[in-house]
T-cell receptor
Framework: DTGVSQNPRHKITKRGQNVTFRCDPI?????LYWYRQTLGQGPEFLTY????????KSRLLSDRFSAERPKGSFSTLEIQRTEQGDSAMYLC????????????FGPGTRLTVT | DQQVKQNSPSLSVQEGRISILNCDYT??????FLWYKKYPAEGPTFLIS?????DKNEDGRFTVFLNKSAKHLSLHIVPSQPGDSAVYFC?????????????FGTGTKLQVIP
């Protein structure tokens, strides 16, 4: 039984560059979530997919951020024109519809913008 | 506006004793409450949950208590073990536009001393 996986685990980029992260959820989970976590804080909700449909986006998700889940399986999160304030841990989680409050997290992608 | 608050950033407990982690919330619409455990370099791991219609849920060494009138919940770990040393996040879930939106606290770092 494989859990949620995320790639890459670490990403260092220069300010202004674009980055893309990938999340592979637990196979039978149809709901997928992206969170951002900064030092000393808990995970903050960014966006949510049910199958391939993006149904909710946080105000934290600026125009530079875009997320996709093209076939209702894996998801990508892209950040364009990165800024130093984007440095954080980006977490992906998945859940079943029947118990969507019980979310299973991946190990995260740590982004450092220099 | 921090809807889920963990006022103790850290807690140290002797092995074999009880660990009590506390959490307060402000939103009366929360219908599920959860605890997640996080080890360094890993994503949060779901630990235990409780519905808002209950006041206690127990799973092995872990028990969560909910006091709705005080908008307070706590996680008890008995007996505490060194492997329990981790950051514990309190979280609360409310139904928003057809899905359960989860809001996290800032975490409490538990150290169990052998």
């Amino acid at each position: 039984d494989t859990g949620v996986s995320q790639n890459p685990r670490h990403k260092i980029t220069k300010r202004g560059q674009n980055v893309t992260f990938r999340c592979d959820p637990i196979s039978e989970h149809n709901r997928l979530y992206w969170y951002r976590q900064t030092l000393g804080q808990g995970p903050e909700f960014l966006t949510y997919f049910q199958n391939e449909a993006q149904l909710e986006k946080s105000r934290l998700l600026s125009d530079r951020f875009s997320a996709e889940r093209p076939k209702g399986s894996f998801s990508t999160l892209e950040i364009q024109r990165t800024e130093q304030g984007d440095s954080a841990m980006y977490l992906c989680a998945s859940s079943l519809s029947s118990s969507s409050y019980e979310q299973y997290f991946g190990p995260g992608t740590r982004l450092t913008v220099t | 506006d921090q809807q889920v608050k963990q006022n103790s950033p850290s807690l140290s407990v002797q092995e074999g004793r009880i660990s009590i982690l506390n959490c307060d919330y402000t939103n009366s619409m929360f219908d599920y409450f959860l605890w997640y455990k996080k080890y360094p370099a890993e994503g949060p791991t779901f630990l235990i949950s409780i519905s808002s219609i209950k006041d206690k849920n127990e799973d092995g060494r872990f028990t969560v208590f909910l006091n709705k009138s005080a908008k307070h919940l706590s996680l008890h770990i008995v007996p505490s073990q060194p492997g329990d040393s981790a950051v514990y996040f309190c979280a609360a879930s409310a139904r928003v536009r057809g899905y359960q939106k989860v809001t996290f606290g800032t975490g409490t770092k538990l150290q169990v001393i052998p």
